[in-house]
């Protein structure tokens, strides 16, 4: 089985900072992983797949890189509307989220 | 417009089955992929299930293999998720997800709540 490591598990910034959250994988899953935000009571939903392919209608401060075992997702300026949990997913082995990274206002 | 509707949650003894529903419209069901994943109180998310459009591709995670099932129905552009020997730790809200491709869970549902408790 594929792990993720993500981190860090939690993070506060303020509005208008650079946030950035990296996920590891246990082994190589070249660019099949992908980057979801889930905010409480909500459907989650689909920012990033294929570790840098920003989904249709997702603001553009949303992005990510890497490939193999090392991928980064970043918030170019955090916005309030960004408070949520953000889950990395690998799919090159079946499916496996990494633990999540729930992201707070300062 | 996609849209993704989960039912059949509610509270289930230990030991016992339930089956979760999801209704699925916007779109050409039988050619989607569709996911069942859940999320226990105060933890992550978790990918349980994965069905092709045809059903002729079925995978469970570990965790719930042998106890559960995933079936669906094209003519009815339904989504199931039988689930039996329940256990506690089997707590959490239910989603179904459609695939934008493979195992890549472009649409979700609102989810449906399962209880397993005595």
């Known amino acids: 089985d594929i792990q993720m490591t993500q981190s860090p598990s939690s993070l506060s910034a303020s509005v208008g900072d650079r946030v950035t959250i990296t996920c590891q994988a246990s082994?190589?899953?070249?660019?099949?992983l992908h980057w979801y935000q889930h905010k409480p009571g909500k459907a989650p939903k689909l920012l990033i797949y294929?570790?840098?392919y920003l989904e249709t209608g997702v603001p553009s401060r949303f992005s990510g890189s890497g490939s193999g075992t090392d991928f980064t997702f970043t918030i170019s300026s955090l916005q309030p509307e960004d408070i949520a949990t953000y889950y990395c997913?690998?799919?090159?082995?079946?499916?496996?989220f990494g633990g999540g990274t729930k992201v707070e206002i300062k | 417009e996609v849209q993704l509707v989960e039912s059949g949650g509610g509270l289930v003894q230990p030991g016992g089955s339930l089956r979760l529903s999801c209704a699925a419209s916007?779109?050409?069901?039988?050619?989607?992929?569709m996911n069942w994943v859940r999320q226990a109180p105060g933890k992550g998310l978790e990918w349980l299930s994965y069905?092709?459009?045809?059903?002729?591709?079925?995978y469970y995670a570990d965790s719930v293999k042998g106890r559960f099932t995933i079936s669906r129905d094209n003519a009815k552009n339904s989504l199931y998720l039988q689930m039996n020997s329940l256990r506690d730790e089997d707590t959490a809200v239910y989603y179904c997800?459609?695939?934008?491709?493979?195992?890549?869970?472009?649409?979700w549902g609102q989810g449906t709540l399962v209880t397993v408790s005595s």
């Open positions: 082994q190589g899953i070249s660019k099949y």
């Open positions: 997913q690998q799919n090159d082995n079946l499916v496996t």
């Open positions: 294929d570790a840098s």
């Open positions: 069905i092709s459009g045809s059903s002729s591709t079925i």
């Open positions: 916007g779109f050409t069901f039988s050619s989607y992929s």
């Open positions: 997800a459609r695939d934008l491709q493979q195992m890549v869970m472009g649409y």
